[in-house]
């Protein structure tokens, strides 16, 4: 049995200077804004941890990781990913791949992609040729063209593990 699920995620930037760097695919990035957000505000593990979920016919991370809960003030989204790696292989899944694109004008992305490739493989326990992560820019337009915000979103392949 195969499953596919989609997530998204958006996060704005805090006020310039705020940060010396920003979590994004489980890297830090260097930059001097912060975003705003309960835990590390990782868009692009978030839009990933709620393509999983929703896969698995799950509620979404707002659900299993509520941002009223205390516990996940400023939590470690890599954490947060390995507990849901934890529900899909419990209910008897693990990913096939994975395709991400993260929409954000700036900094640029490219010097990190092999990075986050590695980081997502190996939380997910996949070869990194399964994941893809790609990079675009909203052409100036909307909240990520003016540079308030960054956005992700996945989609994922889910297989029955092997009875």
Known sequence: MMRIGQGFDVHAFAPDGSATAFALGGVSIPDHRGVIAHSDGDVLLHALMDAILGALGLEDIGHQFPDTDP?????????????????????????????????????????????????????????????????????????????????????????????
């Open 71 to 163: 516990l996940y003030q400023n939590a470690d989204s890599r954490d947060l990913l390995k507990d849901v790696v934890r529900l899909m292989r419990k209910a008897g899944f693990s990913v096939v791949n994975l395709d991400a694109t993260i929409l954000l004008e700036a900094p640029k992305v490219k010097p990190y992609r092999a990075l986050m490739i590695s980081a997502i493989a190996e939380l997910l326990e996949i070869d990194p040729v399964c994941v893809s992560v790609k990079a675009t820019t909203t052409e100036k337009l909307g909240f990520v063209g003016r540079g308030e915000g960054l956005a992700a979103q996945v989609v994922v392949l889910l297989a029955a593990d092997p009875a």
